[in-house]
């Protein structure tokens, strides 16, 4: 069973920078891609970025996604933060896992990690 999780979310000015972390834990798996969401508040869940599981890094305006291997994550680090940057980042990681022997695809979430952007 893989498992994924979010971490950096937090409270900051306009302007910086912000760099999130997407681990995914479990047995015997592969990613065949990345994708980092949004979900601003009051609005539906939207895609910020992503990245082929063989990538390294991958740039979307001011959206940067990029593996970290020592620590197995996947970061997407935003520049130049706007309070319309403000809302619930999620992770999404598609890939095959390994049931003895058995390849069986997955599509998991985190649970997300709150960012908010003060003007």
């Known amino acids: 069973q893989v498992q994924v999780a979010e971490s950096g979310g937090g409270l900051v000015q306009a302007g910086g920078s912000l760099r999130l972390s997407c681990t995914a834990s479990g047995s015997s798996f592969s990613v065949d891609h990345t994708d980092w969401y949004r979900q601003p508040p009051g609005k539906q869940r939207e895609w910020v970025a992503g990245?082929?599981?063989s990538g390294v890094t991958s740039v979307t305006g001011r959206f940067t996604v990029s593996r970290d291997k020592a620590k197995n994550a996947v970061n997407l680090e935003i520049d130049s933060l706007k309070p319309e940057d403000t809302g619930v980042y999620y992770c999404?990681?598609?890939?095959?896992?390994?049931?003895?022997?058995?390849?069986?695809?997955?599509?998991?979430w985190g649970q997300g990690t709150p960012v908010t952007v003060s003007s």
């Open positions: 999404n990681i598609r890939g095959l896992g390994n049931l003895r022997g058995t390849l069986i695809p997955f599509d998991k």
């Open positions: 990245m082929p599981g």
